[in-house]
Each structure stands twice: as C-alpha cells, then as structure tokens.
C-alpha cells in the first residue's frame, strides 16, 4: 500500500471503559479475526495482564480495511500498558501513531486517570478522536460526557457512539481513523530510521522488536544498527501482525512491523530506541531515548533453599522479556540466599514476583521494597545501598542522600486539601499548582521516592474518592536525617526487617512496626518479644504470646469439613513461612511496614 493509505492510531481508555471490547469489535469487522478466535480477548496475552484487567505490555495488530469510498486502507492499531509504572513505554508507544482513539464509558464520563494519557497524546501531536462508548446502558449519559470534553478542550461535536458490545457505531469508528488520523509523512528514500515501541523475547529467534518506520525501509540481510548502543546486528527476518506475526518481504515508511535479527537479549533492543541502517545511517535517533532504571528494590528469597538455582533461570529467563528487570544475588542472615532486584516501581515489582511464583511455581518470601541511599562515610567512602541491612553503623557515616522525584498529582479541584494534606505528611515539598481548565488542577511536588513506594498512591487515591493520578519523574538525590531501624525477634536482629526511615517519625515507625509484628508473627510454643531499634537503643517492644491450643483443638466438636479446611489454610499459610532462628515469620511480616503510616 501507498504510504497515504496507512493508518497508525492506539486506544486511550480507562480501565474498564471498553478498550479491548472496542479492540475487538474492529479487529472482527475488518475481518483480522473471526468470531471464533475472539472467545480469547486477543490485544491482552499475559494471563496475568487479564486477570488483573491492566494491560501491561505494548501490542500492535494490523487490520486492512475497505471505506465506504473503496479505498483500501492498512490500520495499525498499537496498544498501549495503562500504568503509571509503564508510562514510558507508554509515551513511546503513542510516538509510533498519528492518532488515538479516546474511549470513555457512557455512564461514567472522563476519569482523571485518563488525563495523564490524553495530555501525553497533545504532547505527540496525537488527532484524537473521542468515542463515547457503553451507549447501550441504561445510565448512558452522552450528553454529560460531551461537556466534559469541553472542559479538557476537546470538541464535542467530533464525538462518536458507540456500544462495543453490542457492535454499533463501529464502522463509524473506523471511518473517522481513516478520514481523520493523518497518514505518516516519514520519507521512503531517506535512511532507515524506526522506533522500537516493544520487544518482547521469542525463545528460538532471540529478541523481536516491535517498531514504527519513520524513513526509508527495512528487509532482512541488511545490517542495523541500535543508535543507543551502537550494537550492529543483521536482520534476519521482518514481518507485520495479522494479528499473528506473519512474515513480509520488507517493511516500508510509515508502516509497523516486527524484526528478528539474531539479539539475544531485549537488553540490546530497548523500547524508545533508534533503529537504522549500519550501512548508511541517518544523523540523527529520534528523541526521548530513556534507558530504563529501576527505582524500586527488594529482596526475593525462596522459602526452600534448595529452589535457589530455580530462581536464578526463573529471573535469567524473565529478564531476557523485561530490560528494566534488574537482579543481583543477595544473602541474608535471616533468609539465606536470594536475590536483590530492581523494578520500575510497585505494580512491576508485584508482576514479576506473581510470575515467578505461577509460571516457575516458586514460592518465595519477599522484603519491603526500598530505594538506593548514597551513604557518605566519615572515611570519604561514598556508597550507593539498596538493602537497608547494609548500611554502615551510624557513627561510620557523615551524611546520607535519598532519591527525590518531581511527582505531578492531577485531580479536580474539590480534592486539592486531601491531597496536599497527604503529600505534606509525606514530607512532600510543594512546588506548583496550577488550573488545567476550570476544574481540573495539578500539584506538582518534590517527594522523597521512597515515600512514594511506601503505599503514597494507594492512600492518594482513597482520600480523592479515586479521582488523583499520579505521575513522577527522578530529579536527584537530596541529604536527608534518617537512620536505619532495627527488628530483633527473640533477641535476634533480623535483617531482612531492617528499614530505613526518617529521624523525625522512626519512634512512631518503630512502635507500629513492632505492633504490626506481633499481629503477623504466630503464637510459637514460648513467648516471642519483638523490639525495634535505632543502633543500641530498644524504641519499642511487644510480645507475642506462648502457644496455648492448636488449630484442632479449637474446633473440637465442630463438623469436618470446617477442620479441613482450617487445616488445609494452615498448610498453604506455612509454605510462605520462613524459619528464622528459632522463630516462624510470615511473608507479611516483611511486608509489615508497607501497611502502617
Ligand atoms: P482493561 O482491559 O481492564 O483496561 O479494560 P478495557 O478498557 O479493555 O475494558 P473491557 O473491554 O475489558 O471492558 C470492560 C467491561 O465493560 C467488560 O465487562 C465489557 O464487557 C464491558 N463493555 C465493553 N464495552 C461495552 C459496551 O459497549 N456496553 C456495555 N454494556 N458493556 C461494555
């Protein structure tokens, strides 16, 4: 197809508003897939993605469709992940597409959450084209949602209806792609020049990347070269999805496609990077490479020690998927053996612990997240710590920095005191406000990263009713007082407990902490204290209490069934029990200080 017959648009939605459905629906009319192959939603292929109803990783389908002026058009649909955690690869993504689709559901309007990704659209030039979906429902309210476009500067009368599941307005959608999306102006004789949007690894061909193609073309044989790196690589194989990759002898400007090329990690074909031709090079990557960082880390042991080597190719093969998956192995005096790794933040961090624990059936016991601290020795050692148990004591350090990120809280107005009420109990430095249209405001702050992985989003959102996105980017590293707590259970310091806090609330911490722990922490058969510690000084005990009864015993008389179940919840409870000393500890526990403050 000519280069003005292509479409590149994605799909900007809310969850649950009806973007796969709506994906769907046009892969179905444009004849992409049958009715049989749509029992199976097909944009989101993780299993976990599904359940979890988040999509997580970037997909791109191909759709050739006939206007009603019999042209024939090639759409590219790209997906986008719909996380805060993943709004790079979101960013990028929206780079590859002239257009976006903006599904809103009928009966519940604009939600904040969508806003972060509209403005991203604005930012990339983006046509978008609102869809006012869900029009079949009873407490559809079309006319509500078209005010609300007003209000973020959208026209109203551009707006489409529709009801993915009952596939109207459908055509009407694919229409307004074809008539409105402008068509890629990249230039076919220029040097290749094309954006990875994802790669993902395919055990016999290595790393496939998805891409965009910007200017000129790209055919198997032909050396590449990743512009970040300055890796070279020969291509061995590109293609287009259909929705299945399908092979293709060349893929031109303007179009989507994917490329093999013998990589044998996504390391080497990282999302927001160039690709072009090794033989004749374009002068310049296209902007906004960012190499991914982890921001958070844990440490992620197995319950059995003997399952340490499964853990180890459980994270070799994961990485090979997820360049921004770090690892390095880490021991523990109370956990024996494991490893300490990096995530993008919190709901990556949750992702590839879920996979390890499904698809390599690991069980694992995991430490609170943490950040890197710099530590300053008063030996003029500088050192970068990422586990809390490895801080030097206390009169060996001159001065400690932690992470501080620029964090953007988007939210209408009526919710600004909750927020700022929060964000300054976080020890948030407040920067900016400002209105986005009448209602709509957003907070721009300085915050300690580590404040923002201890829970900041969850309790943003339950005291806006829902309505806060949050948004944040690394700025620096900040001094800050803060020391290093201490958990001992028995007597025994349990490093894996460690956590690093600030000066002003380690007294409040350390008190919650050591409550927290006596509600996770068993009855053992002898009594248990549990005391938190700044250095040598105890700042808090409790105790948790000799075992008097067991599970049986305490449904003695009662029917059957009821036992075996509790036994059967005892049993699952102590596969994520981890012997510490003479002491059992839970999972929770190492999670405790995520739950309080
Ligand atoms: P995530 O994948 O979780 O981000 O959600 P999504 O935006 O892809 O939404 P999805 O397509 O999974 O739809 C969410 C729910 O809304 C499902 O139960 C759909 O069946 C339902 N739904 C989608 N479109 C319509 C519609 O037009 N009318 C009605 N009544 N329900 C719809």
Redesign the pocket.
Known sequence: VSQNKIRNFSII??????????ADRLLEFTGAISEREMEE?LL?TMDLERER???IKAQAVRMDYESETGDDYVLNLIDTP?HVDFSYEVSRSLAACEGALL?IDASQGVEAQTLANIYLALENDLEIIPVI??I??PSADADRVKEELIDIGLDPDEALL?????GIGIEDVLEAVVNRVPAPDGNQDEPLKALIFDSVYDSYRGAISYFRVINGSIKPGMNIEMMSTGKKFEVSEVGVFAPQRKEVDEIHSGEVGYMAASIKNVKDARVGDTITDADNPTAKPLPGYQPAKPMVYCGLYPVEGEDYELLKDALDKLKLNDASLTFEPETSEALGFGYRCGFLGLLHMEIIQERLEREYDLDLVTTAPSVVYKIYKTDGEVLEIENPANMPERHHIEKIEEPIVKAEIMLPDEHVGSAMELAEEKRGKFKNMEYLDEVRVRLTYDMPLSEIVLDFFDNLKSRTKGYATLDYEFKGYQEAELVKLDILVNKDPVDALSCIVHDEFAYEIGRELAKKLKEYIPEQMFEVPIQAAIGNDVIARETVKAKRKDVLQKCYGGDVSRKKKLLKQQKEGKKRMKQVGSVEIPQEAFMAVLTIG
């Open positions: 939605a809310h969850v649950d508003h009806g973007k796969s459905t709506l939603q989101d109803g988040i999509t719909g599904v979906n869900k079949d429902l529709t009801s993915a599941k009952e």
